[in-house]
């Protein structure tokens, strides 16, 4: 089973839609929380994290995340996608226990309409 | 600018064949990764390495080596290809710390036929 949970596998909006993509992890303890874009051609590249302080994150290109430890969540948001948000969205996990490595959600396929 | 380059963007193989697929960072990056990444299964780690010559087994190891002789490259080798390896590979470096974010390559997209 995945141990990072991303609710959706494709997401389709039209332009200026509001956007909520969800994530859950299933460790306990410490984790540290991101989110990565890829573009279409394009590499893998950060969109923001979390690791501590304000649980509400921003990023690049209007993008926020909101972690709640309750809930094991990291879901992403934008309030304003544009069409060139159409990407791949991936939610991942480093644990405080597992040495470096990133462990990755499934991906959410994200298709905006101009 | 970090830079992660992968040799190939396309490969493609016949089943039997030993692959190399090579990987160079120029951050000085301690970690290095290779992850495979295929529709609706995101990136699956392979393995990862956080030192020159010391390397670890990710969550699917099985039919895949790796080596790391320099800090700066780790490469990934198919003993044998077969076709259920056909896949995107990717790269990454990273710093050592929890909180740092890895840096991937383009991807070597390998098909074996």
């Known amino acids: 089973a995945q141990s990072v949970s991303q609710h959706n596998h494709h997401v389709i909006l039209s332009e200026a839609a509001s956007l909520e993509l969800g994530c859950n992890y299933s460790?306990?303890?410490?984790?540290?929380l991101f989110w990565y874009v890829q573009y279409p051609g394009q590499h893998l590249q950060l969109l923001l994290k979390?690791?501590?302080?304000?649980?509400l994150v921003k990023g690049i290109k209007g993008f926020e995340a909101e972690f709640i430890k309750s809930k094991f969540s990291f879901n992403l948001r934008k309030p304003s996608v544009q069409w060139s948000d159409t990407a791949e969205y991936f939610c991942a996990v480093i644990r405080n226990t597992g040495g470096f490595k990133t462990i990755f959600g499934a991906g959410t396929r994200l298709f905006v309409k101009a | 600018d970090v830079k992660v380059t992968q040799s190939s963007r396309y490969l493609v193989k016949r089943t039997g064949e030993k692959v190399f697929l090579e990987c160079v960072q120029d951050m000085d990056h301690e970690n290095m990764f290779w992850y495979r990444q295929d529709p609706g299964l995101g990136l699956r780690l392979i393995y990862f390495s956080y030192d020159v010559k010391m390397k670890e087994k990710g969550d699917i190891p099985e039919g895949y080596s790796v080596s790391r002789e320099k800090k700066e490259r780790f490469s990934l080798i198919l003993e044998s290809a077969s076709t259920n390896q056909t896949s995107m590979y990717l790269c990454a470096s990273k710093e050592t710390g929890l909180n740092t974010e890895a840096f991937f390559g383009q991807g070597t997209r390998l098909t074996v036929v």
């Open positions: 979390y690791f501590s302080g304000d649980p």
């Open positions: 460790y306990g303890g410490t984790v540290n």
